[in-house]
Structure formats: C-alpha cells, structure tokens
C-alpha cells in the first residue's frame, strides 16, 4: 500500500513562493515517477508537473512553466514543488501523484496514469 502525504500549503500573497513537499511509503520510491496536480472550485483536477524517476526528465503544464520547479530526492522518497511568482489562479488544491509503471522513460501528463494520490495541500494566493 503506498502512501502519500503532501505538505507546504498555505495562504500567500500574489508573487509569493510556496514550497510543497510529498513524503512517500509503502514500495520503492525511486522506480517511479511522480507528479503534481491540482484542483480548483468547480474545475477539473489538472497537471501541473511531473519528474522522471531517475529525475531526469521533467514535464510542466504551460500554465506554470518557468515558475514552478519540480524535483525529488530518491534518498528521502519525497518530491518537491517549488512554486514562485505565484498568481491568484494558482489556488487550487494541489495533489501529490505516483506513477502506476516502474521506471517509465517518460513522466505523463495523463491523470490515468497515477494510481496513488495524496490528501492534498490547500495553496491560496491572494491578490
């Protein structure tokens, strides 16, 4: 059973910085690749990033490239998002996501291809 367990969400200003963190147990961390979703009110659960396992590779939704840093520490089994210059429709609740293959070459977009979630971290940027 993997678990995983989000934290870092907060109330911040418009510009602000955020850091989130994703602690994970339960199989080994490092053959799989994770990524960041999140959901707003009334909206669907979106991509926002994902890391290779290797932490090779990296994907971000075009809505935060350039401001959002994804990464992962294979020895701590936690991933990371580094979230700045952040705007008030980045407020969603934001989700930690686990691959369902091992060691895919490629870190995916597709919501389908995670089989393990988190909780989620509230993160709310005022404006």
């Known amino acids: 059973q993997v678990q995983l367990v989000e934290s870092g969400g907060g109330l911040v200003q418009a510009g602000g910085s955020l850091r989130l963190s994703c602690a994970a147990s339960g199989r080994t961390f490092s053959d799989y690749a994770m990524g960041w979703f999140r959901q707003a009110p009334g909206k669907e659960r979106e991509f926002v990033a994902a890391?290779?396992?290797?932490?090779?590779?990296?994907n971000y939704a075009d809505s935060v490239k350039a401001r959002f840093t994804i990464s992962r520490n294979n020895a701590k089994s936690a991933v990371y998002l580094q979230m700045n210059s952040l705007k008030p429709e980045d407020t969603a609740v934001y989700y930690c996501?686990?691959?369902?293959?091992?060691?895919?070459?490629?870190?995916?977009?597709?919501?389908?291809?995670?089989?393990?979630w988190g909780q989620g971290t509230q993160v709310t940027v005022s404006s």
């Open positions: 890391i290779s396992w290797s932490g090779g590779f990296t």
């Open positions: 996501a686990a691959d369902r293959l091992v060691r895919r070459l490629a870190p995916l977009r597709i919501r389908g291809e995670y089989n393990y």
